[in-house]
T-cell receptor, first 118, second 112 residues
Framework: EPEVTQTPSHQVTQMGQEVILRCVPI?????FYWYRQILGQKVEFLVSFYNNEISEKSEIFDDQFSVERPDGSNFTLKIRSTKLEDSAMYFC????????????????FGPGTRLTVL | KQEVTQIPAALSVPEGENLVLNCSFTDSAIYNLQWFRQDPGKGLTSLLL?????REQTSGRLNASLDKSSGRSTLYIAASQPGDSATYLCAVGMEYGNKLVFGAGTILRVKS
């Protein structure tokens, strides 16, 4: 069964460093998302991406964050200058646009990347 | 701003019991609603998706209902098993961009 994959599973970095989190969405999916979950808190939406551009972003997704689809399979989240409060589990998700433009289908999540900022 | 609330926060039941998890949301203008399962330290596994025009969806021992006008959904788990122990998350898909807004989850423990 197709699944969303993410690498690395765990990333440890020093405050102020740049990190890139990588995701391979399900191959026929058209919408891509990043969410994060700070330990003990709710899963929070960061950004959605469609047709090679951001379609929506949350207030969390400020100038230190960026997303890119560098090729036909990868979808990345870059955090330019990490802060202690960026420590969280980051989830990538993808969904397939329903046929006929009737709406959006089920979102499928990857296993997550645990980011620890020291 | 959409707010999603899940009750109870935690639930402990003996094996074999039928149980209901509750989810409520403040803005009824949703596109769909998904129920997920999350095991400790793991990703989210989609269990059921209900479109806003639907009233319920079933998958095996799971049944999810949606009352959009009253802002409520329930997840019914029949004949619970220890393997059902996990956190169950409710998330609503909004009209624009279909971002999901999540509840805090219900931590379920099924005792053998």
């Amino acid at each position: 069964e197709p699944e969303v994959t993410q690498t690395p599973s765990h990333q440890v970095t020093q405050m102020g460093q740049e990190v890139i989190l990588r995701c391979v969405p399900i191959s026929n999916h058209l919408y891509f998302y990043w969410y994060r979950q700070i330990l003990g808190q709710k899963v929070e939406f960061l950004v959605s991406f469609y047709n090679n551009e951001i379609s929506e972003k949350s207030e969390i997704f400020d100038d230190q964050f960026s997303v890119e689809r560098p090729d036909g399979s990868n979808f990345t989240l870059k955090i330019r200058s990490t802060k202690l409060e960026d420590s969280a589990m980051y989830f990538c998700a993808s969904s397939e646009l329903a046929s006929g433009g009737a709406g959006y289908n089920e979102q499928f999540f990857g296993p997550g990347t645990r980011l620890t900022v020291l | 701003k959409q707010e999603v609330t899940q009750i109870p926060a935690a639930l402990s039941v003996p094996e074999g019991e039928n149980l209901v998890l509750n989810c409520s949301f403040t803005d009824s203008a949703i596109y769909n609603l998904q129920w997920f399962r999350q095991d400790p330290g793991k990703g989210l596994t989609s269990l059921l998706l209900i479109q806003s025009s639907q009233r319920e969806q079933t998958s095996g021992r799971l049944n999810a209902s949606l009352d959009k006008s009253s802002g409520r959904s329930t997840l019914y788990i029949a004949a619970s098993q220890p393997g059902d122990s996990a956190t169950y998350l409710c998330a609503v898909g909004m009209e624009y961009g279909n971002k999901l807004v999540f509840g805090a989850g219900t931590i379920l423990r099924v005792k053998s």
